[in-house]
């Protein structure tokens, strides 16, 4: 089974996305699940999970109404304020019982605080999240967050972690250096995955090729290994650097030579297991 571990609905007329604004071009309009739909039959995407685009009640809400109507979607990542942990119990209570809630994120680089995900009251909801055995999506911005990934590793053994897109890797630059020495350090966690997903967006949005993603790829496969490595579109903002079809392609090339068993992990399997859709 093809999973896409990645993508985002929005709707301006329910929610507000105070990040999405008219220099963002193509993707500054609504844009739901009717346009993916033929998008990933296309592919020959089985399931998809939705991610959160806003760090509010609206959006989450909206995502899970959305899972409803269309079989094709198997999760949602939604949101409830981590640092508020005694309200994050509560709706967390009320959102473990929908079956299409499989975790949270929080637009940690939206923060002024670049280290806002470690404060005292963030770790405190992170373990309530980890009482419900729901996961974590890390928006780990390199070089400000992914430095993190192993400190919330190390107080919360219990809480599953995946660091969406690679941790935005210099790819325009070329550059590996301190980004992989920070990848290894979260590698060594066995409960850290990784989502192979936005690298289009990190490289040059005009010229970018399965070439310029390959060698990120390739040290992901390294250190963490297919079984924690997880397929993801990052659609519709992908299409700021191409569309749908060229992600999946080039993504699909960059990992030419794999095993099988490795191409099936990356490309469904381990979503599955993670997320367990």
């Known amino acids: 089974m093809k999973v896409d571990s990645h993508q985002h609905f929005w709707n301006l007329e329910k929610v507000s996305y105070p990040w999405l604004v008219p220099s963002y071009g193509p993707i500054y309009r609504t844009i739901e699940a009717q346009e993916l739909g033929p998008l990933i039959k296309a592919a020959g995407i089985d399931k998809t999970v939705i991610v959160q685009a806003m760090n509010s009640y609206e959006d989450t809400d909206y995502m899970l109404e959305t899972a409803a109507q269309y079989e094709w979607i198997a999760g949602v990542v939604g949101w409830v304020p981590l640092d508020r942990p005694e309200e994050a119990a509560k709706k967390l209570e009320l959102y473990s019982k929908n079956k299409y809630f499989k975790g949270i994120r929080h637009l940690i680089h939206e923060e002024q605080d670049p280290d806002w995900v470690v404060r005292d009251e963030v770790l405190e909801g992170l373990k309530v999240l980890a009482s419900f055995d729901l996961a974590f999506d890390v928006v780990a911005v390199y070089p400000n967050h992914l430095k993190h990934v192993p400190t919330i590793a ?3 053994p219990g809480l599953k972690l995946v660091v969406d897109h690679l941790a935005k890797p ?15 350090l979260a590698a060594a966690y066995p409960q850290v995955h990784v989502k192979v997903s936005g690298l289009n967006t990190a490289a040059d949005w005009d010229s970018w090729t399965a ?12 250190v963490f290994g297919a079984d924690r490595m997880m397929f993801g579109s990052d659609w519709p903002v992908s299409n700021l650097a191409g569309d749908y079809a060229k992600v999946w392609t080039e993504t699909k090339k960059a990992m030419e030579g794999r095993t099988q068993a490795e191409l099936d992990a990356v490309l469904g399997g381990t979503a599955i297991s993670f997320y367990k859709l």
Not at 170 to 184: A, L
Not at 211 to 222: E, R
């Open 170 to 184: 210099p790819i325009k630059d070329r550059e590996m250096g301190r980004w992989t020495e920070q990848m290894k």
């Open 211 to 222: 070439a310029d993603i390959k060698p990120y790829i390739d040290f992901a496969f390294d």
């Open 154 to 156: 190390e107080t919360i």
